[in-house]
């Protein structure tokens, strides 16, 4: 039994050292240490070991329900033994009211609602846990060798990436079992952070953000178009093309929104711009300029004829109108002209990148960022900030205060 929960732990420590990549920067910001000459903790790692932060969230699909998971902020490999750190709330939309606090025996990295809003996916980097949105009851509990990239629009299967060695598979799975349905063999090793995927409403497309290929084998790539129907790559686009990330389908699985480099900078300054691809050729049909620096997030409004973004600003920016420091804007962008309906900025703490995402209709809008980090002694220095936005008027509805483990 020692020896089995042995080869457990190793497998458990090999899977996050693949799958996690610290940001030595953040670390550093946050006041992360090495331990003395003496062989003793620092303070400041003992604050960072305890630190809390908005790990991953997700809106069911009637809009009206949204669970968010908090975890370490960190490397991932000794952290997240707290109770604080494996939270995962579930929230009210409308009201802002917190319905229920799930206290797992293991933080989760993502999580997505799924059979229709009834039931919850929370998946560390080992293991996954299926919850009951009604009950709060777990249902299931299963060992899991894959990092998920997306819930599929049936809500019944993710699409997710597995290593072993070195071969890649994208790989169709039941949420509910873990079991594979199909799986496609891939040079490439995908982006594994935000956005992850995309994929059409008819589950039929997925864009795929690649971070590096095989050796000798698609390094240069750093997008691909997927059809999932047929199992293979329909369209790759390199380096030398400036696409990136992939952002959203339009309803009519025509178009796909991506992110376009308009300039590389040696030191990660990138200027950004918005393109309209045309899925059957991949063709640029259509640029749309950005103030943003950083990641997005961006979604098609309700009726179609907008375009509902959210602009990372991860250092000072200058626009016509103002100058924001790092934070977001929430906007709304006209299809046909390319001009704003309207623009406003969400102020964020610095500690983290803002974990976002937008309700199914594009109508709310959750943001999650900072952190909070607790000493040994009782002093607690909070910067959580977890917000609903109404991304048709562009107010904030609510803030939402996380429940302290009991």
Same mark, same amino acid.
């Given at each position: 039994m020692k020896s089995q929960e042995a080869k457990s732990e190793w497998a458990r420590i090999f899977a996050m050292c693949v799958f996690t990549f610290p940001s030595l920067g953040l670390l550093l910001a946050l006041g992360c240490s090495a331990s003395g000459q003496?062989?003793?903790?620092? $303070?400041?790692?003992?604050?960072?070991?305890?630190?809390?932060?908005?790990?991953?969230?997700?809106? !069911?699909p009637d809009n009206k329900l949204l669970i968010v998971a908090l975890g370490p902020n960190g490397p991932q490999v000794l952290r997240g033994r707290l109770p604080q750190q494996r939270a995962m709330q579930l929230w009210d939309v409308e009201s802002g009211k917190l319905l229920h606090t799930f206290w797992p025996d293991e933080r989760a990295h993502r999580v997505f609602f799924f059979d229709g809003g009834k039931k919850i996916f929370a998946s +560390?980097?080992?293991?996954?846990?299926?919850?009951?949105?009604? =009950?709060?009851?777990?249902?299931?509990?299963?060992?899991?060798?894959?990092? $998920?990239?997306?819930?599929?629009?049936?809500?019944?299967?993710?699409?997710?990436? =597995?290593?072993?060695?070195?071969?890649?598979?994208?790989?169709?799975?039941?949420?509910? =079992?873990?079991?594979? *349905?199909?799986?496609?063999?891939?040079?490439?090793? $995908?982006?594994?952070?935000? $956005?992850?995927?995309?994929v059409s409403s008819d589950g039929k497309l997925a864009l795929v953000p690649c971070g590096h290929g095989k050796k000798g084998i698609d390094e240069d790539t750093t997008l691909q178009l997927w059809d999932l129907s047929k199992g293979e790559v329909k369209i790759a686009f390199d380096r030398k093309r400036n696409l990136i990330d992939p952002l959203c389908f339009s309803p009519d699985e025509k178009f796909a929104l991506a992110q376009w480099v308009e300039e590389w900078s040696p030191v990660g300054k990138h200027k950004f711009s918005l393109v309209l691809?045309? =899925?059957?050729?991949?063709?640029?049909?259509?640029?749309?300029?950005?103030? !943003?620096?950083?990641?997005?997030?961006?979604?098609?409004?309700?009726?179609?004829?907008?375009?509902? *973004? @959210?602009?990372?600003?991860?250092r000072p920016v200058e626009t016509e109108s103002a100058t924001f420091a790092q934070g977001a804007q929430l906007r709304r962008l006209q299809i046909k002209t390319g001009k704003e309906s309207w623009s406003v900025l969400i102020k964020t703490n610095d500690e983290t990148l803002p974990v976002s995402v937008f309700s199914p209709d594009a109508t709310r809008l959750f943001v999650g960022n900072?952190?909070?980090? !607790?000493?040994?002694?009782?002093? +607690?220095?909070?910067?959580?900030?977890?917000? *609903?936005?109404?991304?048709?008027?562009?107010?904030? @509805?609510?803030? @939402?205060?996380?429940?302290?483990?009991?």
């Open positions: 003496n062989g003793k903790r620092e $303070p400041d790692k003992e604050l960072h070991n305890k630190s809390v932060c908005v790990k991953a969230a997700d809106f !069911s +560390d980097y080992t293991s996954v846990r299926v919850f009951d949105g009604a =009950t709060r009851a777990m249902l299931a509990r299963y060992q899991w060798d894959a990092w $998920p990239l997306g819930m599929m629009p049936d809500g019944k299967q993710l699409l997710a990436f =597995t290593k072993h060695d070195m071969d890649y598979s994208l790989e169709l799975r039941e949420a509910a =079992t873990g079991k594979v *349905i199909r799986k496609f063999r891939t040079n490439t090793l $995908p982006k594994l952070e935000p $956005p992850f995927v995309s691809l045309e =899925t059957a050729t991949g063709k640029v049909v259509r640029k749309f300029e950005s103030p !943003s620096n950083g990641t997005q997030l961006v979604a098609y409004s309700q009726e179609g004829k907008e375009l509902v *973004i @959210l602009d990372v600003f991860l900072g952190t909070t980090l !607790s000493s040994l002694k009782g002093h +607690d220095v909070d910067r959580l900030q977890m917000e *609903i936005w109404d991304a048709v008027k562009g107010k904030k @509805l609510h803030t @939402l205060v996380r429940q302290q483990p009991k």
